[in-house]
Nanobody, 121 residues
Framework: QVHLVESGGGLVQTGGSLRLSCGVS????????MGWFRQAPGKEREIVAA????????YYADFVEGRFTISGDDAKNTVSLQMNGLKPEDTALYFC??????????????WGQGTQVTVSS
């Protein structure tokens, strides 16, 4: 069993930056495919970025357009999402998730509670 706790959300202006962090407990994050998802009001949850097992490869949704970076810290057992150039449409509840399947398209089994990101225009 793995426990995920997100932090780092907040309110920023358009063009600003935030760094989301996902604390992973129970097992090393590198034994999972890790993902960041988001859900805006009235919209379906969507994947933002993912980090494969052992941190070999990364995946980003098209809307990221080079603005976000997902990374892992072995020493802290955390997975972060650095978000730059934020836009109002990035406003959403952001979730950290994990799966033991080696695929970013497979269902994610473990979820955090989410952290709110609000971007003002």
């Amino acid at each position: 069993q793995v426990h995920l706790v997100e932090s780092g959300g907040g309110l920023v202006q358009t063009g600003g930056s935030l760094r989301l962090s996902c604390g992973v407990s129970g097992r090393s994050f590198s034994t999972y495919t890790m993902g960041w998802f988001r859900q805006a009001p009235g919209k379906e949850r969507e994947i933002v970025a993912a980090l494969s097992m052992n941190g070999v490869t990364t995946y980003y949704a098209d809307f990221v357009e080079g603005r976000f970076t997902i990374s892992g810290d072995d020493a802290k057992n955390t997975v972060s999402l650095q978000m730059n150039g934020l836009k109002p449409e990035d406003t959403a509840l952001y979730f950290c998730a994990a799966t033991m399947r080696n695929s970013v398209t497979a269902p994610f089994d473990y979820w955090g509670q989410g952290t709110q990101v609000t971007v003002s225009s």
